[in-house]
């Protein structure tokens, strides 16, 4: 079984940017740790951070875009990545 362990910043959008430490086995993240080398969280993690995995895992979580049509029906449809950044970068661009 190949493992290793490597360093992130928790990707939750909050301000502390703490350190993480993951034992990585077979391409799973299989632990998750606060970094003792952080400067500011020092190897701790707040409730959220330790619980990151199970929401990492989460059989429910979304992993491809979804668009819901009409707007607020709840009809959800998945679809395609281009499909989503065509829609998005439709949004963005300025006439
Ligand atoms: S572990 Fe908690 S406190 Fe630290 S950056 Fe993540 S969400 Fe914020």
């Excluded at 607020?72 to 998005?88: C, F, K, M, T």
């Excluded at 970068?89 to 006439?95: D, H, S, T």
Aim: net charge positive; hydrophobic share 30%; with cysteine.
């Amino acid at each position: 079984m190949a493992s290793k362990f490597c360093r992130h910043i928790c990707p939750r959008n909050c301000y502390n940017t703490c350190g993480l430490v993951s034992l990585v086995e077979d391409r799973r993240i299989t632990g998750l740790y606060g970094d003792p080398a952080h400067g500011y969280s020092r190897g701790h993690l707040c409730r959220f951070g330790y619980r990151y995995l199970d929401l990492f895992y989460h059989p429910e979580r979304v992993i491809y875009p979804l668009r819901q049509v009409p707007r607020g029906s709840g009809n959800w449809r998945r679809i395609s990545w281009d499909e989503a950044y065509e829609l998005i970068a439709g949004k963005m661009l300025v006439e």
